[in-house]
């Protein structure tokens, strides 16, 4: 019973739908913690943490460094609404090479031009609050903390304009924050 | 009842303990845990009510054609929503659940009321203080509060003393039920109930000291005295209190959803070893959870990563789908037991619908298991987590494992425990028929239009989409349908205030020895004999089919979403 205390011997073994359910049941979550391994090792898309300490004023020189190196043009935004960022220089990082973009608020700054099907490794961090990278239309999301050189390794597959959009809660222009990512 | 031996002395049934016997289930009330219940279970329902209207709020203003509190506003009432439901709602019900659990079904009276009062106090301060330095403007910080964000000092010590009230509370339940083993109360083994309690009170003792690792330094460090504690070593320890928290909900839920099926329909666990198991699972495996929050984070190895959400994630997990087919299956052979046997449904169609407490059960059941398990899951799938972190997809989950599932089925324990507690019967029955289906469709469509919006690219926790100037007429649809159903939720919970208060105040009353009113039972057919079918073990037909049909959703969803995942740009 539910609500009294049990007085006989209550242990018995599962038995007939139960067992077949407990059986079905386990089966699956074996299933599901073997795809993880799987496409660690045969997938495309990982999120491996790869991250190294840095302070955040190495991190805006690190990243104006990459920006003065490989400029090759000018960003202008014509969402109205999106006043925060009317400007954005940007920078077209080697194939194969480091790329850098720095969080704060409220803007992702510099803005990239990428070659589809070449590998890059994006530098990301945050110089004030911890902010969350999300690549729009594609959704696909990091998380970005001051104090940490996030490094993903990325091969874009498909032409186009892409947003970056701010998913983590960074103050009152949060909703506002936004970068351009193009690939030619 | 069992009778004491007269040595006992916390049993209430030794000579000078104030207690009384309940006219309707023939069960004893300790006095004194009765008067902590009322009061944990009325403070939880006003924050309920708070948190409620907060949510009304968000959901007009995240329903874009609306979009109606200005920015600041969004974020304050958003953190406001966040502390009050997930907080201060739930954690108030559950010490009135934990004080029920270790006094009524055990025979037992309640440990210490100086004890209580203690808890109960700390609890309503921090509560209060937590409530009034948000609207104040001071912590517009998120329920989360990421560190380097950082607000008034008051904010993290209301927490810290809604912490430690809730752990005085969680002690006081433990030593009810130590001294009412000691003084043989009761003789054998705790009822589930008082055991799923129990699982719920040792992870609470585990969440909460996470919640004072964190937010003691936090809080220091917000008074200037030490310095700020690491970004990542917060998010850590801070989801120990934060995905753990939500699995003492899980652990009061089910054994709500035992106790509720038993009250109702005589249903009882179909094999109490299995189902303690469960529970047990629960405890040794759910803190791993934790660790779906870190999933896109940097310095967080996939290793670990891998570990603690699969290998034993999914232990927890498992227990999850036992408990989602011994319920049914307890439902199932209970009712066939009463004689509705007919075809592999036909004891579903026989079942009490117009019971609001049944349909609130059933409800929570099918939306924590359909829409909140299969989700959760596969987002806490460390690769997929990827396309899902913190979109609308991940409060698309919770809202129906919290609400669907917890608040739904705390809603449903209420309509049983107001009479039996407060000893007045219902207002306007009628009414109450129909505020489960009326709550649980609005969160449904609330779920869906996050969850589809969170699939497009939608983020949670943002004041507006319009400004990035990327999201299509689809996606405003999808936060149309969020609205629609945050305000078809709104009035449920409405409802549910409005019938809870006003029964406390114009209910009949219920003198002693009187019966409350019957919500609805169905009656055991001719020629049905309880106990039956306790041995035949493939007597549970439907529910066995049931539990496949949810497999089969679950792998659909599973892989479909590793079908989006593939999609979107090679990464590492």
């Known amino acids: ?184 | 009842m069992t009778t004491a031996p007269a040595s006992s002395s916390h049993a209430l049934t030794a000579p000078g303990v104030p207690g009384r016997v309940c006219g309707t289930t023939g069960l004893s009330v300790c006095l004194d845990a009765q008067r902590f219940i009322k009061l944990n279970a009325v403070v939880g329902i006003v924050f309920l009510l708070l948190g409620g209207i907060a949510a009304l709020l968000l959901a007009l203003t995240r329903w874009q054609t609306v979009h109606l509190l200005p920015a600041d506003w969004f974020y304050r009432i958003l953190t406001f929503h966040g502390i009050n439901m997930l907080i201060l709602w739930i954690l108030f019900f559950e010490v009135a659940i934990l004080y029920f659990a270790c006094t009524t079904p055990l025979n037992a009276r309640l440990f210490s009321r100086k004890v209580a009062w203690v808890s109960f106090g700390m609890m309503l301060t921090g509560g209060v203080m937590v409530d009034y330095i948000i609207l104040a403007g001071q912590a517009d910080v998120m329920m989360t509060s990421y560190l380097p964000l950082l607000a008034h000092p008051l904010f993290y010590l209301g927490i810290i003393l809604v912490a430690v009230g809730t752990l005085i509370g969680v002690f006081n339940f433990f030593a009810t039920l130590y001294v009412a083993k000691r003084d043989q109360a009761y003789t054998g083994s705790v009822p589930i109930v008082t055991f799923g309690a129990t699982a719920a009170a040792i992870i609470a003792v585990v969440t909460l000291l996470h919640g004072a690792i964190v937010m003691i330094p936090t809080f220091t460090y917000s008074m200037g005295w030490t310095p700020q504690p690491d970004p990542a070593w917060y998010r850590l320890i801070w989801w120990g209190l934060g995905h753990q928290s939500q699995q003492v909900n899980v652990c009061a839920m089910v054994s709500v959803w035992y106790l509720l099926s038993h009250v109702i329909l005589g249903a009882r666990p179909v094999n109490e070893a299995v189902c303690r198991t469960a529970f047990v699972l629960y405890i040794l495996f759910i803190n791993l959870a934790s660790a779906h929050h870190l999933l896109v984070d940097p310095g967080v190895g996939a290793t670990w990563k891998i570990w603690n959400t699969s290998y034993a994630m999914y232990l927890a997990v498992l227990a999850s789908m036992i408990h989602g087919f011994t319920v049914p299956a307890g439902i199932e052979i209970a009712m066939r037991e009463k004689g509705y046997t007919r075809g592999i449904f036909g004891w579903v169609t026989a079942l009490p619908w117009k019971n609001p407490a049944l349909s609130a059960t059933v409800l929570s059941v099918i939306i924590f298991g359909f829409l909140g398990g299969i989700t959760g899951v596969t987002l806490g799938t460390q690769q997929i987590n990827i396309i899902a972190h913190n979109t609308l997809r991940i409060p698309g989950h919770f809202h129906v494992t919290v609400v669907g599932g917890t608040s739904l089925a705390f809603m449903g324990l209420a309509y049983y425990v107001i009479p039996l507690i407060f000893q007045r019967d219902f207002i306007l029955r009628g009414v109450a028929r129909w505020q489960p289906w009326l709550f649980g469709l609005g969160i449904t469509l609330m779920s869906f239009g996050m969850s589809f919006a969170g699939s497009m690219g939608v983020s949670r926790r943002s004041w507006d989409i319009d400004a990035q100037g990327i999201y299509g007429p689809a996606a405003h649809l999808w936060l149309g349908v969020l609205g629609i159903g945050g305000v078809l939720a709104f009035l449920g919970l409405l409802t549910f205030v409005l019938l809870c208060v006003g029964t406390l105040f114009f209910g009949r009353k219920i003198g002693a020895g009187t019966a409350m009113s019957d919500w609805g039972t169905p009656p055991a057919l001719a020629g049905s004999a309880a106990g039956s079918l306790a041995q035949d073990h493939y007597a549970t037909k439907g529910t066995i089919v049931l539990t496949i049909l949810f497999l089969a959703c679950f792998a659909v969803y599973y892989f479909a979403n590793w079908k989006a995942l593939a999609d979107v740009w090679p990464v590492r």
């Open chain 1, 1 to 184: 019973m539910s609500l009294r205390p049990l007085t006989t011997p209550w242990f018995h073994a599962p038995a007939g739908h139960e067992k077949l359910w407990l059986g079905l049941a386990l089966l699956w979550c074996f299933v599901m913690s073997l795809m993880m391994p799987y496409w660690h090792f045969r997938g495309k898309q990982n999120s491996t943490g790869e991250a190294y300490a840095v302070t955040p004023a190495d991190f805006l020189a690190r990243t104006e460094k990459f920006v003065e190196a490989n400029r090759v043009g000018t960003f202008r935004n014509t969402v109205e609404a999106n006043a925060l960022v009317p400007e954005l220089p940007i920078a077209e990082p080697p194939p194969g090479g480091d790329a850098y973009i720095t969080g704060r608020m409220w803007q992702w700054w510099p803005a990239l031009r990428l070659r589809v099907g070449e590998t890059y490794r994006l530098h990301l961090s945050a110089l004030d609050l911890q902010h969350g990278f999300s690549l729009q239309p594609l959704n696909m999301n990091f998380q970005v903390l001051p104090g940490y050189d996030h490094v993903l390794t990325i091969t874009p597959t498909s032409k186009g304009e892409f947003t970056i959009v701010c998913n983590e809660f960074c103050g009152i222009g949060h909703h506002a924050m936004t970068g351009k990512i193009f690939v030619e």
